[in-house]
């Protein structure tokens, strides 16, 4: 134990270390301030490090499908897109999901395909929608028509015979994930309404994390399945290649379904707290 607790500090510095080296080379971009370029570097520091301590520390929370992590740390990009824009959001996001890659599975082709431009995508859209007026009917009706195309492309496509081709399981226990994946999806559709009702607040914060999770999560889904037609992945995550056609819509089912709770149900109670110790990051809609 004290040497996984050695090893994680180690790995906390070699991280916070890389981040800022690695942010530094942004500062001669222009728009960029230095201290956005800081609150990068924190953002991907603590978003690498503390996945990297869910998936090797606690490694019975982070179980994995075709390669893909159970990730609630989505948390904490989540919040500083909230807090600081898109910028920042995305851009850490996109820096820590690289690092964490190097050290859990050590692909930087796929991390670039894959991790980093899906993660730059939702969290920048976060960051970027969340900060915007949103018409909620327009929102409700069109969440409500995503959900209902979700939840019938799964059932056109997830058929016992890709059930078990593709998780080597029984039938009972392969549909038994499909319900709950889709349970999944429509309590994070209620959830936002829910929230969009009660806390006229973070409606738009809602939209933009359904919004942001979709297109991360399609990304990934169809990013992992186009490398494996070329290269197999990584040993360390599974070593498949040549992953069917349906593993896309798989893959994207999962990351959806396992992070979306934790940004529509966290997040707010996070930047609330962070926006009532620092008033100064309170938006102007709020002052």
């Not at 929608?129 to 209902?148: C, N, P």
């Amino acid at each position: 134990m004290r040497k996984s607790l050695n090893k994680y500090k180690e790995s906390i510095h070699n991280l916070y270390f890389l981040s800022c080296t690695l942010a530094r080379l942004l500062i001669g971009m222009r728009g960029l301030r230095a201290f956005d370029i800081t609150l990068m570097a924190m953002n991907a520091a603590l978003y690498a490090a503390i996945g990297y301590l869910t998936y090797f520390v606690f490694p019975i929370v982070a179980p994995t499908v075709g390669g893909v992590r159970f990730w609630p740390v989505v948390v904490i990009p989540a919040t500083f897109a909230v807090l600081f824009g898109p910028v920042v959001g995305g851009g850490g996001a996109a820096l820590g999901i690289f690092l964490s890659d190097m050290l859990i599975h050590g692909d930087p082709l796929l991390s670039l395909t894959a991790g980093v431009t899906s993660n730059f995508v939702c969290f920048g859209l976060i960051g970027y929608l969340s900060k915007k007026r949103i018409d909620w009917k327009k929102t409700f009706l069109s969440l409500g028509v995503g959900t209902a195309i979700l939840i019938t492309l799964t059932y056109l496509i997830v058929t016992p015979d890709t059930l078990i081709n593709y998780f080597g399981t029984t039938v009972e226990q392969g549909l038994w994930n499909t319900y709950v994946v889709l349970a999944i999806f429509l309590a994070s559709y209620a959830v936002v309404i829910a929230m969009g009702i009660i806390r006229a607040k973070w409606r738009s914060f809602g939209a933009a994390s359904v919004v942001g999770s979709v297109a991360g999560s399609a990304i990934i889904g169809v990013g992992v399945w186009g490398y494996t037609q070329f290269l197999a992945l990584p040993g360390a995550i599974g070593g498949a290649q040549n992953l069917p056609y349906y593993a896309g819509l798989i893959l994207f089912a999962w990351t959806f379904a396992t992070e979306i709770p934790f940004m529509v149900i966290v997040v707010p109670p996070i930047v609330e707290a962070c926006r009532k110790a620092f008033p100064q990051l309170k938006t102007k809609q709020e002052e």
